[in-house]
């Protein structure tokens, strides 16, 4: 097929797993306005209303490297249905929690769906488009997770405020019940390559008791105490399993992650960069919808409303930095963004303790224009240093970076909160890191032009 517009047939097919992929990220930003709520609602702590977000997080995290190797054994179409189905009845269920446990229980299990849609959509993409036909299919699927990223914190306010919020879970039944009667396989895909029919099953199990037992270890550190034989062991245990998983994931024939991705410095600047856009991300959304309810005692719409400025501009900026990006090269589109992003969570803290948003607000407006500037350009700097053959390893790694990187924001701020009762420590460690980050990603990052490896 030449390089002239998509087909109906696969604009179609675009388009659902674009929503349905959306779907996922769109509690990233509608449930921080709602967690106060659920504080309320079932007179529980803030730490444990952040395992609703943490506990999706976590699993997600645990399997998004592995749902990719599902494809070997499963068609990459039925993997997408059944993650589907697993979201969608989570979903009906998760607006019925009558506690706060059983929310974060089913909100583990949506994790599970959650992993199987998001890398069966990558998978599906490569198996139905041509080449010079992926491009423009991206394209189309990254910007339907933009529109939800968009509306999720007015949604969000607005369902809880004049319904209830459970009707954040609710409302993503419709679309994705749409979503699996219109779906269809176009019908000449491209053929799928022969895959290693190995599962990594050591790998996996050390990988999730490694993410699992860090998680608990700093969600609960405040409450059982940090000195205690529990959060101890949950550490150790943590520490033992994460080297576990290096030496097995070294010894594999088919690793969930290859080890040997990191001794590139590029590469491990790269993935270090996407880990931090997404880290800065759900912190920012949570701990800053938690500040503008708490804080200065906005209404969950109003601070749906006051969130919109740091998401507006995504869908323009998105453009102009890709173009940056091929015009400049992704090295110095990245180190700008790292560089203005850290000034902005700096303000942010500051901002915090002045009680007043309109001396916050310049700070989202920044953060709208330059947030891109971590993860496209990331991306775009890994696929130009390694072989061609090694980018749908990439992919997946990047995802899992990205995952580890929501859940220890969440587990991080959630720590902070605890010992100081104040955001402002939450947005200064960020600024911490990204300052620590732009040094190792003005080092490491590849200073060559871009070539594009064979």
């Not at 996407?274 to 209404?299: C, E, H, K, W």
């Not at 300052?435 to 064979?454: I, N």
């Amino acid at each position: 097929m030449s390089g002239g517009a998509l087909t109906r047939e696969k604009t179609v097919f675009v388009t659902l797993i674009g929503i349905a992929a959306g779907l996922t990220a769109f509690d990233e930003t509608s449930l921080g306005v709602v967690l106060p709520t659920l504080q309320q609602e079932f007179q529980t702590t803030p730490g444990a209303t952040h395992w609703v977000v943490n506990a999706y997080l976590v699993v997600m995290a645990s399997l998004v490297a592995v749902s990719g190797r599902l494809a070997d054994f499963l068609p990459a179409d039925v993997l997408w249905r059944a993650g589907l189905v697993v979201f969608t009845l989570t979903s009906v269920v998760a607006g019925f929690s009558p506690d706060i446990g059983w929310l974060i229980a089913i909100r583990a299990v949506q994790g599970i769906g959650a992993a199987l849609i998001f890398t069966s959509s990558v998978a599906l993409i490569a198996q139905v488009f041509a080449d010079n036909e992926r491009g423009r299919a991206f394209g189309i699927f990254s910007s339907l997770a933009t529109v939800l990223i968009l509306i999720g914190p007015v949604a969000g306010g607005l369902l809880t405020e004049f319904l209830s919020w459970r009707w954040v879970f609710w409302v993503t039944v419709p679309p994705a019940l749409l979503c699996l009667w219109r779906f269809r396989l176009p019908s000449s895909p491209a053929p799928e390559r022969k895959k290693s029919r190995q599962l990594d099953l050591p790998g996996l199990a050390s990988l999730i008791l490694c993410i699992a037992t860090l998680t608990v270890g700093l969600m609960q550190g405040a409450s059982w105490g940090w000195d205690s034989p529990s959060i101890l062991g949950l550490f150790a245990v943590s520490i033992a399993s994460g080297i576990a998983f290096v030496v097995i994931e070294s010894r594999s024939g088919a690793p969930l992650i290859d080890p040997g991705l990191f001794r590139d410095k590029s590469v491990a600047a790269s993935l270090m960069t996407l880990f931090m856009a997404q880290y800065r991300r759900v912190g920012t959304s949570i701990y800053l919808a938690l500040f503008l309810r708490d804080g200065l005692g906005l209404s969950p719409l109003f601070a749906g409303i006051a969130l919109l400025p740091a998401v507006a501009l995504l869908p323009l900026s998105t453009i102009v930095i890709g173009r940056a990006a091929d015009r400049l090269g992704a090295r110095i589109v990245v180190l700008t963004g790292i560089a203005v992003i850290g000034a902005s969570m700096s303000w942010i803290a500051l901002a915090s303790e002045m009680r007043n948003y309109w001396v916050l607000f310049p700070a989202l407006l920044v953060i709208s224009c330059f947030a891109p500037t971590m993860f496209g350009p990331s991306r775009k700097a890994m696929l130009h240093t390694l072989p061609a053959d090694r980018n749908a390893q990439l992919s997946g790694v990047s995802v899992t970076a990205q995952m580890m990187g929501a859940t220890l924001a969440i587990s991080i701020g959630s720590v902070l909160l605890t010992m100081t009762g104040a955001v402002w420590p939450i947005f200064l460690v960020m600024a911490l890191a990204l300052a620590a980050l732009w040094l190792l990603a003005y080092f490491w990052l590849d200073r060559q032009p871009e070539q594009h490896p064979g």
